[in-house]
C-alpha cells in the first residue's frame, strides 16, 4: 500500500510539472481518444515547434498560444477547442510563417492556400506543425514532384512519398 501511494503521489507531481504544449497535446489525446504514442509524437512536435520558434524570433508568440490554450481547452465530442486563443494562435501562426518565408514550408503553404476552398488549410484544433530539415526536404520533395499542389496525381505523390523517404 505504501508503494501504491508513493507512485500516486510521483505521477501527481508528475502532471503537475508538464509544460503548456504538453498538457495540450494531453488534452487533445484525451479528445481524440488519441494513443499513448500519438499524445508522444504530438509533444514531440510541439518540442520541435518550440526550437523552430525560437531560431524564428517567435518564441513570445509560441509562449502565448499554448499558454492560452492549455486554459482554454474544451472538447465537444471528440473535437477539442481552444475559444478565445484565435489571435494567439493568429499571431504564431504569422510569426512562424515569416520565418518560412524563404523556405520550402512557406512555399508550400503558400500554394496551398491559393487553392479553392476545402483542399486542406490549419487545422485549429491542433498545434501548429513543426517546419524543421525534415519537413523542409519533404516539402521540397513534394513540391519538386507535384505539378499542382491542388490536384497532385497519384504517381507524383508515390515520387513525392519516395524522395521524403530519403529525408532525415
Partial sequence: MQMRTRLLALAITLTACATDPDSVC????????LSDDQVQTCQSQAKELSREAGAS????????????ASSQYDCRGNVPSFA????????????????????????????LAACPAGTGG?????????????EVCAASCYLRSVKDVCRPEPAEITDAARCAGACP
Fill in 26 to 33: 494531453q488534452d487533445i489525446g484525451y479528445c481524440r481518444t
Fill in 57 to 68: 524570433g517567435c518564441s513570445g508568440q509560441y509562449a502565448a498560444y499554448f499558454s492560452c
Fill in 84 to 111: 478565445g486563443c484565435e489571435a494567439a494562435r493568429a499571431a504564431l501562426d504569422s510569426c512562424l510563417a515569416m520565418g518560412r518565408s524563404h523556405n520550402a514550408c512557406g512555399e508550400l503553404a503558400t500554394r
Fill in 122 to 134: 490549419a487545422d485549429p484544433s491542433a498545434p501548429p506543425s513543426p517546419c524543421g530539415a525534415s
